[in-house]
Nanobody
Framework: QVQLVESGGGLVQPGGSLRLSCAAS????????MGWYRQAPGKQRELVAT???????NYADSVKGRFTISRNNAKNTVNLQMNSLKPEDTAVYFC?????????????????WGQGTQVTVSS
């Protein structure tokens, strides 16, 4: 199995910054795409940002210009630098990864989710 562990969440004032990190572990052959999603109370989970193995990125309109996603392919980690935080950014942030894992029969696709880390932007 593949496990993802998020860290870096916490309480921050509006306009402040936080950096989220996610580390993947397990019998990983490769990770194609990694991303961050968030879910606020009473709302659906939404995509925040994704990054492919080649470095291409995609951001939700609400975070463009404020958030930056990056990854280290060798370490199987992904980060989310969040600047100019707003109260609307308050949510549980989840890390996601899609790729291939080792098996005796070859590579098998996987999709894994972290347990989430709370980000609270107070007003």
């Amino acid at each position: 199995q593949v496990q993802l562990v998020e860290s870096g969440g916490g309480l921050v004032q509006p306009g402040g910054s936080l950096r989220l990190s996610c580390a993947a572990s397990g019998s990983i052959f490769s990770i194609n795409a990694m991303g961050w999603y968030r879910q606020a109370p009473g709302k659906q989970r939404e995509l925040v940002a994704t990054i492919a193995s080649g470095g291409s990125t995609n951001y939700a309109d609400s975070v463009k210009g404020r958030f930056t996603i990056s990854r280290n392919n060798a370490k199987n980690t992904v980060n989310l630098q969040m600047n100019s935080l707003k109260p609307e950014d308050t949510a549980v942030y989840f890390c996601n990864a899609d790729g291939l894992l080792y098996t005796n029969l070859g590579g098998h696709p996987f999709r894994s989710w972290g347990q989430g880390t709370q980000v609270t932007v107070s007003s």
